[in-house]
């Protein structure tokens, strides 16, 4: 089973950018679709984005939670076993402990259950 490894969280100012990465350990990708999910204190886990993979194809199916459209932006390397979140115009209200996520269906899903594994989540803290 593929094993996920966050990094790049951190303490930033409103309005800053972050780039999270998550590398597989251990396995490879393949054709899962990745995502990131976020959960601050007290709340429930929540979908952030996801990108499929389709071999022999360019095309890329991105999804994203409404509240960080426009600002996040999801992308993959299988060659490197990498998916990035690239955060801008961050707001205080995206402070969360980020996770990564693969669902080896190859499924567009927002839903947590969905997915096999889990990384073991990069914080990301949001100053006002």
């Known amino acids: 089973q593929v094993q996920l490894v966050e990094s790049g969280g951190g303490l930033v100012q409103a309005g800053g950018s972050l780039r999270l990465s998550c590398t597989a350990s251990r396995g490879s990708f393949g054709s899962f679709t990745m995502g990131w999910f976020r959960q601050a204190p007290g709340k429930e886990r929540e979908f952030v984005a996801a990108?499929?993979?389709?071999?022999?194809?360019?095309?890329?199916?991105?999804n994203y939670a409404d509240s960080v459209k426009g600002r996040f932006t999801i992308s993959r390397d299988n060659a490197k076993n990498t998916v990035n979140l690239q955060m801008n115009s961050l707001k205080p209200e995206d402070t969360a402990i980020y996770y990564c996520a693969a669902d080896r269906l190859g499924r567009v899903t927002s839903i947590p259950s969905s997915y096999d594994a889990w990384g073991q989540g990069t914080r990301v803290t949001v100053s006002s």
């Open positions: 990108v499929t993979w389709s071999a022999g194809s360019t095309y890329r199916n991105t």
